[in-house]
Structure formats: C-alpha cells, structure tokens
C-alpha cells in the first residue's frame, strides 16, 4: 500500500517561506512522477507544480519565480519550496504520487494546511 505522508505547513507571514515534505512508503519512489497540488476553500484542487522521475519540473503561473519542487529518491521524498509567500497561496497543499506519470495509478496524501496573514 502506498503511502504518502506530508509536513512542513503552517502559519507564515507575507513575504515569508516554508518547505513542505511528502514522504512516500510502500513502492519504489523513482518509478513515480510527483506533484503538489492545493485546495482554497471554497475552490476546486489546482496543480501547483510537478516533477517527473527523471526530475522535469512544470509549475502553475501563479506560483513561477517563488516556488521550487525536487525531489530526493534516495530519501523517498518530495519537496515544496514556498518563497514570496502570498496571502493567496492560503490553502491546503496534497502530495500526488502518479506511477510511471501515466495517471493510471494514482495516490494522495492527506494535505497539510498553509495559511499565509499578518
């Protein structure tokens, strides 16, 4: 059973910074291609920004310039770099783990809450 485990989010001010962390269990990480994702309240779950297993790196528009995603196989774990925070970047950030980047077999994590407010 995959499992994806997320942490490093929290409360922050404007301008500020944060790393998030999704560890994955249960399956060989490098066959997967990786993305983070959020959720607003009240909106639907957009792409945030993805990388696949030989580490290509896409990123949503609202989020080029301030956002950063790698990722370690060796420690099983994807990371977000969050600079530049805004206060609407406020959301529930998800680990998607998706084998072989083929969207056929899909997991995701249990999000982890970033609020950005002075």
């Known amino acids: 059973q995959v499992q994806l485990v997320e942490s490093g989010g929290g409360l922050v001010q404007p301008g500020g910074f944060l790393r998030l962390s999704c560890v994955a269990s249960?399956?060989?990480?490098?066959?997967?291609?990786m993305a983070w994702y959020r959720q607003a309240p009240g909106k639907q779950r957009e792409l945030v920004a993805g990388?696949?297993?030989?580490?290509?790196?896409n990123y949503a528009d609202s989020v080029k310039g301030r956002f950063t995603i790698s990722r370690d196989n060796a420690k099983d774990t994807v990371y977000l770099q969050m600079n530049s925070l805004k206060p609407e970047d406020t959301a529930v950030y998800y680990c998607?783990?998706?084998?072989?980047?083929?969207?056929?077999?899909?997991?995701w994590g249990q999000g982890t809450q970033v609020t950005v407010s002075s």
């Open positions: 998607k783990a998706d084998f072989g980047g083929t969207g056929l077999r899909v997991y």
């Open positions: 249960g399956t060989i990480f490098s066959w997967y291609a």
């Open positions: 990388i696949t297993s030989g580490g290509s790196t």
